[in-house]
Nanobody
């Protein structure tokens, strides 16, 4: 069975940095495009970043471009999201997702999802 497990969330002060990780199992990791999404209370799930199987194609949401870096280590079956210059607007539950095909910015394109890791940014 496919399992995606996020980790690395927590409480951080505004201007700080955080690195999220997503450990994948039950799938051939290198066959999948991966993405990060986030959801704050009362709001819809929002695209953050996506990366192709090889890392050759990367997309970022305009709201985070320049502050975050998505990467993957296929040898470790792990996806990462490095976030810098964090702002209280970044507070949300962050989800890792996987799909067969090209990386997408739409949540409906993804086949598998993790349980999420909470990121809280204080002012």
């Amino acid at each position: 069975q496919v399992r995606l497990v996020e980790s690395g969330g927590g409480l951080v002060q505004a201007g700080g940095s955080l690195r999220l990780s997503c450990a994948a199992s039950g799938l051939i990791f290198s066959n999948y495009a991966m993405g990060w999404f986030r959801q704050a209370p009362g709001k819809e799930r929002e695209f953050v970043a996506a990366i192709s199987w090889s890392g050759g194609v990367i997309y970022y949401a305009e709201s985070v471009k320049g502050r975050v870096t998505i990467s993957r280590d296929n040898a470790k079956n792990t996806l990462y999201l490095r976030m810098n210059s964090l702002d209280p607007e970044d507070t949300a539950l962050y989800y890792c997702a996987a799909e067969v095909g090209a990386p997408e910015t739409l949540a409906t394109a993804y086949d598998y999802w993790g349980q999420g890791t909470q990121v809280t940014v204080s002012s």
